[in-house]
């Protein structure tokens, strides 16, 4: 396991800057911070034994870093998790990554000078210097829906696979062949699971295989629309597209109304995440939905148990599919 020691030769600078550095202090040069961050996240360096229990003062705060404020379900989380927070005797630090890193990292960067007891993090892909940072200095963390590659944190996150596998036998249902998918990022975990769970489950509920019918966004409304537009450049055209989370199935669903005109009434919808008017659109939209709420409950009641010095157990809630199709 790296050492402070470790991180200071990789980063060629002294131990006591790298320990000034890791330990959150600004009496470092911008470029000395740059190169000690950098090596701490490529050691993989997290502080452990003794500098555990040299915990700072407690300030009766935690943060929480969500990926979008405009996606409902970040915002019934983070809602929820607030809730909980404050029954615990907690201030919750809300901030808003907006699905990208840069904000991310400077979000983190304010709560590390805010000196926060613990953070409830929605990650925007891999591990940043940022985080690393944090993570050396002991703070306790925990993982909102998205996991970190090479990152051992505890997770409160939705169950993709089940929820996908809902999604797969409801088009088997529907006599579905020819399904679009508008999928998310493959760097952020939930792209990359839901992404596997459909295409590997394809062939065995009756959808074709042919890729062209394929194409991702970044988990945002324009993304996915230019994603469903490039779907359909190709000469395919689905009776039904899956959109990977909420803010893609609005952009798909934009774009097929833009391209097909009256004819997109005539491809069925279905949507990894459920707002509150697909089922008031014409016609409505069938959807997975995620229980954000117990997320978000779950996930400060392991950061707490951390706190306590206690083990958290990840968990993955399951999901319901709302099925809103017409009948004849």
């Known amino acids: 396991m790296a050492t402070i020691k ?6 060629g600078v002294g131990l006591g800057t790298a320990s000034r550095v890791l330990s959150g202090s600004a009496q470092t040069s911008p470029s000395s911070r740059e190169r000690v961050l950098a090596a701490a996240a490529e050691l993989g ?3 452990h034994g003794p500098a ?10 935690l943060g929480l870093l969500v990926s979008d404020i405009r996606n409902p379900f970040f915002s019934e989380l983070a809602h929820a998790a607030e809730q909980e927070a404050r029954a615990h005797g907690y201030a919750l630090l809300l901030a808003n990554a907006n699905e990208d890193a840069d904000q991310a990292d400077d979000a983190l960067r304010t709560f590390a000078s805010q000196r926060i007891d613990g953070l409830l993090l929605s990650p925007q892909g891999p591990a940043t210097p940022q985080l690393a940072s944090l993570l050396a200095r002991a703070v306790p963390i925990v993982l909102l829906n998205r996991r970190i590659e090479g990152v051992d944190l505890p997770f409160y996150g939705t169950d993709n696979e089940q929820g996908v596998g809902l999604v797969l036998d409801w088009l088997q249902e529907r006599g579905h062949r020819d399904v679009a998918y508008v999928g998310g990022p493959q760097t952020m975990s939930t792209g990359a699971e839901r992404a596997r ?4 489950g394809r062939a065995a509920h009756g959808i074709a295989t042919d890729d062209a019918l394929v194409d ?5 409304t324009d993304g996915a629309a230019a994603a469903m537009l490039r779907i359909l450049d190709r000469g395919v055209r689905p009776t039904a597209v899956f959109g990977a989370n909420g803010a893609t199935t609005v952009g ?3 774009a097929l109304r833009e ?11 279905v949507s990894f995440d459920d707002f509150d008017w697909f089922a008031y659109a014409s016609p409505a939209i069938t959807a997975v939905r995620n229980d954000a709420a117990a997320i978000g409950v779950g996930a400060v009641q392991g950061l707490l148990a951390l706190l306590r010095g206690e083990d958290a157990t990840s968990q993955r809630i399951a999901t319901e599919l709302v099925d809103r199709a017409a009948r004849s």
Not at 6 to 11: H, K, L, S, T, Y
Not at 259 to 269: F, N, P, S, T, Y
């Open 216 to 220: 991702a966004g970044d988990f945002t």
């Open 45 to 47: 360096y997290v502080a």
């Open 6 to 11: 470790d991180v200071a030769a990789r980063a």
């Open 197 to 200: 769970a459909y295409l590997g």
């Open 252 to 254: 798909a669903l934009r």
């Open 52 to 61: 555990r229990s040299l915990r700072r003062a407690r300030t009766d705060a």
């Open 259 to 269: 391209r097909l005109g009256a004819d997109a009434g005539g491809v069925e919808v």
